[in-house]
């Protein structure tokens, strides 16, 4: 009976998804939210290897590296900071960190604001004013792990700005044996879109940049445009983007859906745009500002989401916080309860 009661909630929850029927926020899910860092947490990315998890968020000088307890337990056993700002350019700001292991080799993306004598003023396509602004400034980056060893040291291997465009939250997306940068660009101030661009390898960037989302919706551009924090999402032969949508301290921060719907990832007439936003506050459960999301694949097949939120509505009197919650399929589509 409670494996039926789950699949039918689960179904109803895929609907409500689909139609907009509902507001998606006030329908509980069997799997409840559960913060797992209260102090502090934002852009939080968990991956696990060899039997051990490891912890990194957004700290701003720097970048950190925790080994942990477990993925729901954020009790540290080792930590080490592998990175500062005031290197390689980097004057600060260094935002949204994540691990990757491709190869043999341990690779982090994040993003950064550089001093302005060191690297090239970035190119906001569609910028009305060209007055100096930091956003010009900030661009993604590549350390690469100079042994297996995650704790171990890492080399800066570059800037990664697909067609000059200055840019944040940069991640990584696999298909058919290629590597993908997708990241949001400024197009303008306050003006943030989705890009991707073909991969040489995981620190060199091949071809054109090509825009696959843009702010369109209503609940995409509450105080002011954004489509940021893509985190890719793998689930049998489908891929999906989820992207945060809306200004973080809006109010409305939440996150939409892109659907691969064919093989060309190159081609914006791929990804289908969720009309609905998929993921967002949840009043009931003091749970608010959610968004920037990253994903957890577990050996035993389960599928966990990652990301911030703060316990309250006012952004200014409130951390963000690391959050956990197993993720559902309808199929091989994701329902966010």
């Given at each position: ?61 720097g970048i950190d590296i925790r080994k942990i307890v477990s993925y729901n337990d954020t009790t540290v056993i080792e930590q080490k ?239 963000r916080c690391t959050y956990i919650r197993k993720l559902e399929f309808f199929g091989d589509f994701p329902v966010f309860m």
């Amino acid at each position: 009976m409670a494996a039926l009661l789950k699949s039918v909630s689960v179904f109803l929850a895929f609907i409500i998804q689909i139609t907009g029927i509902f507001s998606l926020p006030f329908i509980p899910g069997e799997e409840f939210d559960k913060p797992i860092d209260t102090d502090d947490g934002g852009d939080p990315f968990i991956v696990e290897d060899n039997g051990n998890t490891y912890y990194t968020f957004t700290t701003g000088g720097g970048i950190d590296i925790r080994k942990i307890v477990s993925y729901n337990d954020t009790t540290v056993i080792e930590q080490k900071t592998v990175y500062w700002a005031g290197n390689d350019g980097i004057d600060g700001q260094i935002w949204a960190p994540e691990i990757h292991k491709i190869g043999n080799r341990w690779y982090i993306t994040a993003c950064a604001l550089f001093r302005k004598d060191c690297v090239e003023k970035g190119r906001m396509p569609e910028a009305k004013s060209f007055e100096e602004h930091d956003d010009y400034y900030r661009y993604g980056f590549v350390l690469e792990s100079k042994t297996e060893d995650v704790f171990g040291e890492y080399e800066f291997k570059g800037i990664l700005a697909p067609d000059g465009l200055n840019n944040i939250d940069g991640t990584y997306l696999k298909k058919d044996g290629k590597l993908y940068y997708i990241c949001s660009a400024y197009v303008d101030i306050a003006h943030q879109c989705i890009y991707i661009c073909e991969m040489e390898n995981p620190y060199t960037l091949t071809g054109n940049a090509v825009m696959i989302s843009r702010p369109e919706y209503k609940w995409e551009k509450n105080g002011w445009y954004v489509n940021e924090g893509p985190a890719v999402l793998y689930k049998g032969d489908k891929i999906y983007i989820i992207y945060s949508a809306s200004g973080y301290s809006s109010g409305e921060y939440c996150m939409g859906m892109l659907t691969l719907k064919n093989n060309d990832v190159m081609n914006p007439k791929s990804w289908l745009k969720n009309i609905n936003k998929v993921y967002a506050k949840k009043p009931y459960d003091s749970i608010y500002h959610t968004g920037h999301c990253s994903f957890l694949y577990r050996d035993n097949g389960e599928t966990f989401m990652v990301y911030h939120a703060t316990d309250n509505k006012d952004f200014t009197k409130s951390r963000r916080c690391t959050y956990i919650r197993k993720l559902e399929f309808f199929g091989d589509f994701p329902v966010f309860m």
